[in-house]
T-cell receptor, first 113, second 111 residues
């Protein structure tokens, strides 16, 4: 079955620690995205990538970093510079080009200890 | 820039019809999409309007009017499982792989 997987489901971060959230897709999609969702809020774009080895900042990129070394993988690192990281993180992909549908992973909930 | 506004919450009874509105200010987009998200879950795609008018998919219909900068999602024969948050979204013309989402409408379906 094709789809998007995210791990872990829950992640705990200590003060000053960098943590990495995994996102893998086997849909052969070119475009991948990371969103942050706070309780009762919409989706805010952190980073997106249209093709391997290329990515662009979204609306709230400060304190986050990404890489796109493989088409199927788009990991997100939450750095110590992100002072309020507690949120639900969603990874998504689309075929790119004229593709209108985004497919979302199950999400990772990040909590600060 | 892009701005999409939705009511924060709507309540309706089982079996009824409910309309969730989305008004937008955008410099250009390809079409209007709708997503459903249950609590704690991932958003899933519901429908897409590339052109003005009504698109029907089972109990769900979506409408777009570019001249009015307005769209809506219509849910008929409401069921308890329809209780969820609903988001409208657009894909920007100037950067065709970037999506913008509304703040979401929480739909509460009561027996």
């Amino acid at each position: 079955d094709g789809g998007i997987t995210q791990s872990p489901k829950y992640l705990f971060r200590k003060e000053g620690q960098n943590v990495t959230l995994s996102c893998e897709q086997n849909l052969n999609h070119d475009a991948m995205y990371w969103y942050r969702q706070d309780p009762g809020q919409g989706l805010r774009l952190i980073y997106y990538s249209q093709i391997v080895n290329d990515f662009q900042k979204g609306d709230i990129a400060e304190g986050y970093s990404v890489s796109r070394e493989k088409k199927e993988s788009f990991p997100l690192t939450v750095t110590s510079a992100q002072k309020n990281p507690t949120a639900f993180y969603l990874c998504a992909s689309s075929i790119g080009g004229e593709g209108e549908t985004q497919y979302f992973g199950p999400g990772t909930r990040l909590l600060v200890l | 820039g892009q701005s999409l506004e939705q009511p924060s919450e709507v309540t309706a009874v089982e079996g009824a019809i409910v309309q969730i509105n989305c008004t937008y200010q955008t410099s250009g987009f390809y079409g209007l999409s709708w997503y459903q998200q249950h609590d704690g879950g991932a958003p899933t795609f519901l429908s897409y309007n590339a052109l003005d008018g009504l698109e029907e998919t089972g109990r769900f219909s979506s409408f777009l009017s570019r001249s009015d900068s307005y769209g809506y999602l219509l849910l008929q024969e409401l069921q308890m499982k329809d209780s969820a948050s609903y988001f409208c979204a657009v894909r920007a013309i100037y950067n065709f792989n970037k999506f913008y989402f509304g703040s979401g409408t929480k739909l509460n379906v009561k027996p």
